[in-house]
């Protein structure tokens, strides 16, 4: 193993686990609390210039520890200020993350996994296949690229991320222990301060990890729907036939009866045009929706080469959207945002690995005619 490797990663620390780090070094507490906001509030990767720790302790978080941050290959900005970034991980894949910014918030939605293994039918990401859990200092050096790209290292930050959701790549309930240390930093006053509100999680629906999320954080939370009975639904999210619609319903109400205030669940539906999108498709989610408190968001699809589907006409979700806003139900339609610069979560990845391939063969081949 490599000098590098074996060094630890402050970057991926909890604040808890800063806290064992410097004790096992024999200091005091305040000074996980230095470190957190050295890295996550100043942007700094040089221990020298964490001029509030001594000497001799900047000289031994050199030689066994480091602030290794992800490396981005690839970044855009839409016409409309949206940005995305693909991170390529140790061993070569990639990961997406893509900042949204609103009036009154800026939104980051952040990935989990390097691809997924769920396979919905509806996701470009499922049809990457999996690759593997990104670490807690990959998941939260997404939210550190996005947050210190407004602004020069070692300058404290300006809070333009609002709130973060944890609906990028991969089901970030199948990576508990990581998402959940990387939630807490992000919540975490040292670090990036954010309600626990302003924090969601979205899940497919695995409930036995749903009810130990309960026990130990309280995000905001948002289950990825798409269908309103285990039929198609089954046909939409494979999980389904697991963990079927009355149970994840169950699972969802007791989530929120641990939370200490009233929040509401988000239900996320994307809209296929002759799939989910019929009236009576909206009845049924009616009746269903009546048992959880709830915001339902209508995400119109976005279309993807080889999907099979198509995205449903502005009418068609009108009419969708109103018939539920006439039952009383909380409704929002998802804007398409930065489609100049990507379409769904996960093509991104897809077009820069394809070219970063195609790129390496090209230098491949002249290398073999020069040696020719």
């Given at each position: ?10 970057l ?41 720790m001594?000497?001799?302790l ?55 996994q ?11 990401t ?110 939409l ?42 009236l ?48 009383n ?19 991104l ?24």
């Amino acid at each position: 193993m490599s000098e590098t490797s074996e060094k630890i990663n402050l970057l991926g620390l909890s604040p808890s686990k800063m806290e064992a780090f410097f004790a096992e070094l024999g200091e005091k507490k305040f000074r996980a609390q230095q470190m957190l906001k050295w890295i996550h509030q100043f942007g700094e990767a040089d221990f020298e210039k964490m001029t509030n720790m001594g000497k001799g302790l900047r000289a031994k978080l050199a030689e066994i520890s480091e602030i290794r941050l992800p490396e981005v290959v690839y970044e855009d900005i839409s016409a409309d200020g949206t940005r995305k970034w693909v991170m390529r991980m140790p061993g070569g894949s990639s990961i997406e993350t893509v900042y949204i910014p609103e009036k009154d918030r800026g939104t980051l939605c952040v990935s989990s996994q390097i691809g997924c293994s769920l396979d919905c039918s509806f996701c470009s990401t499922g049809k990457q296949g999996f690759n593997r859990d990104l670490t807690v200092a990959e998941i939260i050096g997404q939210v550190y690229v996005a947050a210190m790209s407004f602004h020069a290292p070692g300058e404290r930050r300006e809070r333009k991320i609002t709130n973060v959701v944890m609906m990028g790549m991969g089901e970030p309930l199948l990576n508990f222990d990581n998402v959940v240390d990387a939630m807490q930093l992000m919540m975490d006053d040292n670090a990036y301060g954010l309600s626990k509100r302003r924090v969601t999680i979205s899940t497919s629906g695995v409930v036995p990890m749903l009810d130990k999320l309960g026990d130990v954080i309280d995000v905001s939370l948002a289950v990825s729907l798409h269908a309103p009975n285990d039929a198609l639904r089954d046909q939409l999210v494979p999980l389904n036939r697991k963990y079927p619609i009355k149970e994840l319903i169950a699972a969802t109400n007791r989530y929120l009866n641990k939370l200490a205030d009233r929040r509401k669940a988000t239900i996320e539906y994307t809209m296929i045009e002759n799939v989910n999108d019929s009236l009576e498709h909206a009845q049924e989610l009616s009746e269903l929706m009546k048992q959880v408190p709830c915001k339902i968001n209508l995400i119109p699809f976005n279309p993807f080469p080889n999907s099979g589907y198509k995205r449903p006409s502005n009418n068609r979700v009108y009419r969708f959207r109103d018939y539920l806003l006439s039952q009383n139900h909380i409704v929002t339609i998802r804007s398409t945002r930065g489609d100049d610069i990507d379409a769904a979560c996960g093509q991104l990845v897809g077009r820069v690995d394809d070219r970063t391939r195609r790129s390496a063969k090209y230098i491949n081949a002249v290398q073999l005619d020069s040696n020719q």
